[in-house]
Structure formats: C-alpha cells, structure tokens
C-alpha cells in the first residue's frame, strides 16, 4: 500500500525539507519538470519525433504554473515549437516559478512571448490542433472554482489537443476530495503527472474519472513511514496474497464458523449470495440461520452450506452458545424493523465479529445513536453504500454531497473517518471509489478506476457478496480494517477477472482462480 498525501500534507513535507537545506525549491520545481517531461516522452512514444510539432502550455498564478514553464523550456530545448498562455501578471508568481518564467521569457533578442489565457482559443482557432497541450494552471493550491474563462480556454485546448497531460492535477479538481470546486467542468486528460505521492484527489469522486493514466514522479523527497492521518491506498499488485495462503495443517474449524443470517421466503437469495461468499473466501464451515418458513426454500439451494433454524433473538441465542462461530453477517435480505434490531442487539451481546449491511443498518435508521451504543469497541464492520450511510450518518453525508465553492472540499475520506469515530467501529462505505476506516483514524481507500475499473460490480447482489467475503475473512480472524480491506480488493478483482456480463453469483465463483493467481 502507499500513501495517499494531501496538498496540506505536501506542503507541510516540502517545506519541512526545503527548511532542513537539504534542497531547494527551485530544484524540486526542475525535478518535477523533468518529471513531467519524461513521463511525456514514455507515455507518448510516437511524439519522440520533435520535428514540426507543436506543444501550449497553460500556466497558472502559483506553483504548478511554475512547473509549467520547466516542460515548456524542455521541449523547447527537445525542439518543440512552444506556445505558453499565462493566467495572471507575471510580477506576481511566487518566486521560483518567477524564475522560471523569467528563464522562459529569456533576455535580449532572444526574448520570447508569453500569451495571456484569454489568447488560447483564438491561437488554437488560427492554429489547429496542438499536438500536446499541458494544464499546469492549477495543482495542491486550488481554492475555488475556476472561472468560466478559464474552463473554457482548458475545455478547448484538452478537446483539440491529440495528447493532453495534467500537471500534479486537472485544474478545477480538488487534490483533497476529487470533486470539482465551484461548476464540475467534467474534463478528462489522457495523463496526469504527479509528484512524491499519488493524491486522494486522483482517486476519489470525479477524480478517478478525470484522467486516463496516472503517473507518480519521484523527485527526491524523503517517503515517510504510514502515520494513522494518512490515508493509505490499496493497490499492491498482489494485495492479498496472505488471505490465498492457508496453514497447510489447518482443521476447519481453525479457519472459524461463519453464520449468515437470512430473511424469510422469497427473500433468502441476498444471504445465500454471503453464505457462498463466505465459504469462498476461506471460512472453514457456513451456515445460514433460517425463518422456519424459509427452511425449504433455502435447503434445497445449498449444499456445502449448513442451515439452522433461527425464529427469533432468542433462538440466535440458543444457537450461539455453541463457541465455534467466530464471524456473523446480517443485512442481506433480513427485513427492516423490529425483528432485525432484536437480531443484530442478541449478535452484538454475543461478543462475536460481526458485519452488519443493508437492512441491518437501515433498521437503526430513526436511532442510529442506539446502533453505536451496540458495536462501539467491538469487531464490527458496517458496509453501508451511500444511501444507507446517509440514513446513519445524515449529516456525514450531506457535507459529502455539497456542492464545495472552496477548498480543500470535505472529502470521502473525512466523512468516512469520522462516521468510524463516531460508531466506534470500521466503516466501509461502498462505491466505484470505496473509503474504510478504523475507529482508530486509520484509513484504506480502494479506487475500482483506470487500470482497477471495474463497472459490472454496479450489479443487484454484488453487496451482498462483499459482506460475505468481509465475513468470511472475520470468521478466519482477520482483525476488521484488514478483513474489509482484502475483501474490497478481491471483490473487485473478482469482477475483473469474470468481466463483462458478471451477476453477483458470479463474484463467488470467479473467487477461487483470482485466491490461486495470487500464490
Ligand atoms: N509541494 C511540493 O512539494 C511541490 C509542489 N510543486 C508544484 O506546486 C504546486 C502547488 O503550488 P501552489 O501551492 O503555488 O498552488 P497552485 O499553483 O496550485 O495555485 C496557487 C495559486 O492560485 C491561486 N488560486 C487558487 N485557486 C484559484 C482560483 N480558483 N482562481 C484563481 N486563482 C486561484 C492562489 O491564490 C495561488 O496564487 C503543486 O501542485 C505542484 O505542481 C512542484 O513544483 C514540486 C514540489
Ligand atoms: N462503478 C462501480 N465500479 C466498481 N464497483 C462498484 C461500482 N458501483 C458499485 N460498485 C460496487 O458494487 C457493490 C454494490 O453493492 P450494493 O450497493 O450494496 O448493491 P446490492 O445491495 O445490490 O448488493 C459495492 O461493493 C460497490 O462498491
Ligand atoms: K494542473
């Protein structure tokens, strides 16, 4: 996993090695330059070739414009022909990137034009097309909406250009939260650069959609070792290499007992779909606790499967006295109401790691605060998608939908963090980008974008498999932030893996020969 900085944490960082003297900022600009610029040459083979093309590069008012004029003089000097447009006075840009324009603009006879933003489509009008058109109008520093102006000149350049390339950031999005300050403008380049770590901003909300490829430059900044602040992204090639391994002299009940709850007949499908998951995943036994008028609906779906008859909270308790369930679900399909918040009450006494979903946590819809009171401290993952989170956590999820003026925005990771504080338990809140957190402040973010798209999981029932694998990996004993964490990833590696046309039964099936590539 690597982390994910925000621009505070960036700034803070730079600053913090600018100040101990062991570079320059200066320096870190040129690097960061030269890091775009390579990332161009590797990204874009066929533009190797500098001979007649054309390159304009949008520069902005702080220090991403400052990086801007680094790749301008770059390719420049790779015998580019160059065209700069500038937002803003020149005597008022920070002072390295003044440098840098001062280096651009040159001196004497050799002294260059820079454009003013304004100029950009009307040069594109008389030009055509640039073959590249680089946007370091805004990075980490963005405060508020672009002004249509602005959008527009970025619009017309993006959509002309054959190959367009972000500097740290497309401007307009918040580095933070990946939304869109002030209007969305919806644009999407073909690369994004950015430098030392990969931002929040790249991966959550209109971010993940707003480039095509991503790459992150190194340039000679100290990593720093995870701290609970920092959010933590989950994208090693093979992350869950340790859930596809199992001791070889292991008994089934040394991987636990996993018990899923369903709802009556007609209903049972939701936590069939968990049951199976479950066992996919590695819980030694599974068994599906049944409304006695759904037991032949359900017996004569299952068969590795076990099944109890469970009426009410008491009989889960009866049936819970037996010690070797470790891990128990409920949600899918359990009904919203009284019945269901007797259930998760007599789960949650009974001391076991627990996932609770769907109609689990709609149930505490009017009294989330009597939910909390129930799992604060306890193994407990709650796996809301984005409605359920709001009928918990209302006001989370308002500041969430709001549509941010200033920055940096609320982000999905701040509200996440917050709703797991105030539960006292991991909260897992599902969608193409998915954000978990541990009561403790830790974070995991996953991002089914780009190369980890995933778009067949937006199918009926694909929740009810994850609380399954989240289950199953609980009742192996898996500690709840890394249960959740593996079974995002393999969910969603699953669905890569099957592809095109997945049904939520297909997750679980898909699940054995993603665990066997792993080992
Ligand atoms: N932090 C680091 O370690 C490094 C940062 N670098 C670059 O520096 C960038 C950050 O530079 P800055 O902090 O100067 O920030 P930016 O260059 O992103 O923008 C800041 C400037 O824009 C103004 N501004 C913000 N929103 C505006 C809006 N909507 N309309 C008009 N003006 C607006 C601000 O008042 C400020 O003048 C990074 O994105 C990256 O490109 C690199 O040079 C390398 C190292
Ligand atoms: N665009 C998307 N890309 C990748 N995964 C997605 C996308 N949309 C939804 N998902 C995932 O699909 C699952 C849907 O779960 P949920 O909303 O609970 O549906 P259901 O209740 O039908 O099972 C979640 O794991 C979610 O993260
Ligand atoms: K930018």
Not at 129 to 156: C, H, N, Q, W
């Amino acid at each position: 996993m690597s982390n994910l900085m925000t621009g505070g944490q960036m700034r803070t960082h730079e600053q913090a090695v600018i100040g101990g003297g062991s570079v320059t900022g200066l320096a870190l600009m040129q690097r960061a330059g030269q890091g775009v610029f390579d990332a161009i040459s590797q990204a874009f083979p066929e533009l190797s070739d500098a001979c007649g093309r054309r390159a304009l590069i949008l520069c902005g008012p702080g220090n991403n414009g400052g990086d801007g004029f680094v790749v301008a003089h770059l390719l420049a000097a790779a015998g580019w022909a160059v065209d700069v447009a500038l937002l803003g006075e020149a005597g008022h840009l920070p002072p390295d990137a003044a440098a840098n324009h001062a280096r651009w603009v040159g001196t004497g006879a050799k002294r260059r034009d820079v454009l003013s933003l304004d100029q950009v489509v009307p040069l594109i009008a008389a030009q055509g097309a640039p073959d590249l058109v680089v946007d370091a109008v805004f990075g980490t520093g963005l405060r508020r909406g672009l002004s249509a102006d602005v959008v527009e000149a970025l619009r017309v350049s993006i959509e002309a250009a054959r190959h367009s390339v972000a500097v740290d950031i497309l401007s307009g999005l918040c580095a933070d939260s990946g939304k869109w300050l002030g209007q969305a403008a919806d644009l999407t380049v073909d690369l994004t650069v950015t430098f030392h770590t990969a931002k929040p901003g790249h991966y959550l909300a209109a971010g993940g959609r707003a480039t095509r490829r991503l790459v992150i430059v190194d340039i000679g900044l100290p990593v720093q070792s995870a701290r609970i602040e920092d959010a933590e992204l989950i994208d090693a090639p093979a992350y869950s290499g340790e859930v596809a391994r199992k001791d070889p002299a292991s008994h089934k009940y040394g991987s636990g007992h996993a018990l899923v709850l369903s709802g009556g007949p007609g209903r049972t499908g939701a936590a069939r779909l968990a049951a199976r998951a479950a066992l996919r995943i590695g819980a030694g036994l599974v068994t599906i606790a049944v409304p006695p008028g759904a037991q032949q609906e359900v017996a004569c779906q299952i068969t590795a499967i076990m099944l109890t008859r469970v009426a009410d909270s008491e009989a889960l308790g009866v049936v819970l006295e037996d010690k070797r369930y470790s891990a128990l679900c409920l949600g899918p399909g359990l009904g919203v109401g009284e019945r269901t918040r007797s259930l998760v009450s007599e789960a949650l006494s009974a001391g076991r790691s627990v996932v609770l979903d769907a109609d689990a946590l709609t149930s505490f819809a009017d009294d989330p605060m009597s939910l909390f009171e129930q799992v604060r401290g306890a193994d407990v993952v709650l796996t809301p998608h984005g409605g359920e989170f709001a009928r918990l956590f209302p006001d989370l999820a308002e500041q969430l939908r709001a549509v941010a003026e200033t920055g940096p925005a609320v982000s999905k990771i701040d509200v996440v963090r917050a709703a797991a504080a105030r539960a006292g338990c991991t909260v897992l809140l599902k969608g193409a980008d998915t954000v978990i957190a541990a009561p403790d402040g830790r974070v995991r973010v996953h991002a089914a974008c780009r190369e980890r798209a995933a778009p067949w999981l937006a199918t009926a029932g694909a929740g009810d498999v994850l609380a399954g694998f989240v289950t199953g990996l609980m009742a192996r004993g898996l500690e709840p932030l890394e249960a959740a964490s593996h079974a995002t990833w393999l969910h969603v590696e699953c669905a890569r893996a099957f592809g095109p046309g997945l049904i939520a039964e297909d997750l679980p099936e898909a699940l054995p020969g993603v665990l066997k590539a792993l080992l």
